[in-house]
């Protein structure tokens, strides 16, 4: 992903309306980018402030996009062990397809 891809889906990650790829391919750039996670963390503090405020809240931006990048973490990693889990079965009903077939005609 290059970093102009990933500032444009800066407000989808924010909004929540990333999928699992996008997801994945956004929060492995802003982990290694710094350019790129300075302006998440820039537009996260304006967005979500400005509705803290507007609401009168108490709030911990920094402590919000912690928690919002590791929610992001956990939903690949989570997207990743059901894809894993998935292949395991793919294979299994290959297998065993496979196994069928050499029965018929031995």
Partial sequence: MTCRECEKQIPDFIGRKMDYMKTKRFTEHVDTCENCHEELVIQFLIQEGMIHLEEGDVFDLQGELRERMEEAHIKVRI????????????????????????????
């Fill in 79 to 106: 997207n990743e062990g059901i894809l894993r889990v998935a292949t395991l079965f793919e294979l299994i009903a290959i297998a065993g397809i496979l196994g069928v077939v050499a029965w018929i005609l031995l």
